[in-house]
Nanobody, 121 residues
């Protein structure tokens, strides 16, 4: 059973940076897609970015590309999300997920518990 545990969230001022981590245990097949999602208060969960665990190929929604960077360290079984130039509208609970399919369209099978990111002065 795959387990995902996020960390690295917190309170940051507008314009600041955070790096989220997602520790992966239980075994991830090389064919898995890893992703980051977020859910802001009152909103539905939305996709942020995805990465192929094996190759490192990445996909972003247009609005996040340039400020957010997804990466993974296979040797540490850890997924990351580097977030720069944070805005108050980035405030949300951030989740990592693992699934099968493509970078653009994956079936997400496993989810972490989420980590809160609050951007406020």
């Amino acid at each position: 059973q795959v387990q995902l545990v996020e960390s690295g969230g917190g309170l940051v001022q507008p314009g600041g940076s955070l790096r989220l981590s997602c520790a992966v245990s239980g075994g991830i097949f090389s064919t898995y897609i890893m992703g980051w999602f977020r859910r802001a208060p009152g909103n539905e969960r939305e996709f942020v970015a995805s990465i192929k665990w094996s190759s490192g190929a990445k996909y972003y929604t247009d609005s996040r590309q340039g400020r957010f960077t997804i990466s993974r360290d296979n040797t540490k079984n850890t997924l990351y999300l580097q977030m720069n130039s944070l805005r108050p509208e980035d405030t949300a609970v951030y989740y990592c997920a693992a699934g099968l399919g493509t970078l653009v369209s994956a079936t997400w099978e496993f989810w972490g518990q989420g980590t809160q990111v609050t951007v406020s002065s």
